[in-house]
């Protein structure tokens, strides 16, 4: 039975400086984000003591991998609402807490981009009259960096990594009809293209690999479960874009979920979707806007994105027929298949009718419009500044903001989960302990929290099991709990 | 594949049967879509960055992840 597919999304955001601002990216991501910790709180750090990114699924350590590719000395906070926001690498970074489901992770994402709009407040507090910072969620600068939003799963161990490579790859290539966010022109030289699907799909070189800076892989095989590793792994997902629409969020991540479950569950088993060349074919879907090419099949078949997302769903309604959909929320569920289906069609029929639940579709569209209303090409100025305001999070200038696409989490759900962690994972007692107890926590991380009682010895509080320290599982706990110590001793550490 | 096309075949007739019964409503909510976006298209420019160009030209990321 496959295991509870417990999820999220870290976002690397673009960083711009206006007004002389500081120009460094690394110092302007530090700026930004101590302009919002120091406002909320005292802060809490990041503990690096379970980070291991050079170890691979596929069962070895890379040379020399043993320490993290981490600038420690940055900031690196650790929130109530259970998330890590810090400075990673040139960008702002933001990374969601463990969510149950897709519905949970939509919001915990968007309550990602409410605290990056914070931030950008806050920071325009403290700087000089004139000067701003200012994020974008995307992927590319259009002039060949790319910068990632992943997603996490959780994996049961047992299942072979070869099988889950095998039928995740041909669903990473075809997802892309729903989860691009649209791209003005192509980052690939020679490449002629007007508009693209997918913001990512010119970056990405090999079929399978550790890498994610260089030579980047459709499947990452970074082995850091941030959790039990007997039991668990954690599949790290590097291929996707960052959405605004939050139907393509749920959509990425809740149809990902399901083909997870249904690769746990050796449901695919009969079947095979490999294609002849995945690498090129992730460029073929992300430039074919007619949605019609068809792709090379490993057993010589041809069949198109929109054909292997119509298996890939038949094959998913059978699934929750037969073996139900415990592991990705029964409700939560049975609501991606309804909109995975309407969105399949709408993508065969029109798929302009998805304006208001895609972003690529919703981007192409304002921009095509503006484009035909003045005549331009697509290789206009205007049109590759349209795409970049898509993304803005400033909210007097983002484009996305007016296109009033549909909302599956109100605005009320995200600003509490702006500061309050999920009820239903070990985010939960992460957070709560952070609102508790800050002054009395050196550092935590996704699988620990330090406690400093001031005596000579730190105090590591293990959280190893993804779905233990709920809220039913440590509420009563925590209310009986005066101070620290008292909680340390009811745990027994 | 002839699963799929089998399985598919009445969902778009119940499609097709709905697009006739609320055809006119359809229509009107297509035009609805389009006056949005020619609104949207009019008052777009205020918000556009005055100098494109430069504006593209600046926004420069150096590679993350």
Known sequence: ?493 | MAEREQKRRPASTREAEVVEETAPADTTQGDKIKAELDDLLDEIDEVLEVNAEDFVRAYVQKGGE
């Open chain 1, 1 to 493: 039975m496959a295991i509870a597919k417990v999820c999220g999304i870290e976002t690397e955001y673009g960083i711009d400086s206006r007004g002389g601002a500081e120009k460094d990216p690394i110092a302007a991501s530090s700026v930004l984000i101590n302009a919002y910790v120091n406002e909320i709180s005292r802060n809490v750090g990041w503990d690096f003591e379970d980070e291991s990114p050079g170890r691979d699924a596929r069962g070895f350590a890379r040379e020399g991998a043993g320490a993290p590719e981490v600038e420690t000395h940055l900031v690196n906070a650790v929130l109530t609402n259970g998330a890590r926001y810090y400075v990673d690498h040139a960008h702002p970074e933001f990374s969601t807490p463990e969510c149950l489901d897709a519905l949970a992770c939509v919001r915990l994402d968007k309550a990602g981009e409410a605290i990056l709009i914070r931030s950008m407040a806050a920071a325009q507090r403290v700087l000089p009259a004139g000067q701003e910072i200012v994020v974008y969620k995307n992927n590319s600068d259009r002039k060949g960096n790319s910068y990632g939003t992943h997603e996490n799963y959780l994996m049961d161990r047992q299942v072979p990594f070869g099988r889950i490579v095998q039928h995740v790859i041909p669903h990473f290539v075809t997802r892309q009809i729903y989860t691009g966010a649209g791209k003005v022109g192509s980052e690939v030289a020679g490449i002629d293209v007007g508009f693209q699907l997918s913001q990512r799909a010119d970056f990405f070189e090999e079929e399978v690999g550790l890498e994610t800076t260089i030579k980047r892989p459709i499947v990452n095989t970074r082995d850091e479960p941030h959790c039990d590793a007997a039991k668990y792994r954690r599949l790290h997902v590097i291929v996707g874009d960052a959405n605004l629409a939050e139907v393509a969020t749920f959509l990425k991540v809740g149809v990902t979920s399901v083909v997870l479950a249904m690769i746990e569950d050796d449901w695919l088993a009969d079947r095979d979707f490999s294609l002849a060349s995945p690498v090129q074919a992730m460029r073929r879907v992300s430039y074919d806007l007619s949605l019609r090419h068809p792709l090379e099949m490993a057993d010589g078949r041809r069949m198109t994105a929109l054909d292997i997302q119509w298996e890939l769903h038949d094959l998913a309604r059978k699934y929750a027929d037969d073996r139900g959909l415990e592991s990705v929320g029964v409700e939560v569920g049975a609501d991606l298949l309804r909109r995975w289906e309407q969105v399949l069609s709408g993508l065969e029929t029109d798929p302009s009718s998805l304006a208001g639940q895609l972003d690529w579709v919703a981007k192409h569209r304002l921009l095509d419009g503006y484009r035909q209303r003045h005549d331009l090409s697509w290789s206009d100025a205007r049109l590759a500044a349209m795409d970049l305001q898509y993304h803005v999070l400033r909210p007097a200038r983002s484009l996305f903001q007016r296109l009033g696409t549909e909302r599956l989490v109100s605005d009320e759900s995200i600003a509490e989960a702006v500061t309050e962690p999920p009820r239903d994972t070990r985010a939960y007692f992460r957070g709560r302990c952070l609102q508790r107890f800050a002054a009395s926590i050196a550092a935590a991380n996704w699988d620990s929290i330090v406690f400093d009682l001031g005596g000579d010895t730190l105090h590591r509080v293990p959280m190893m099991e993804p779905l233990k320290g709920t809220a039913s599982m440590v509420d009563a706990l925590l209310e009986g709990c005066t101070s620290p110590n008292d909680l340390l001793d009811r745990l027994g550490s």
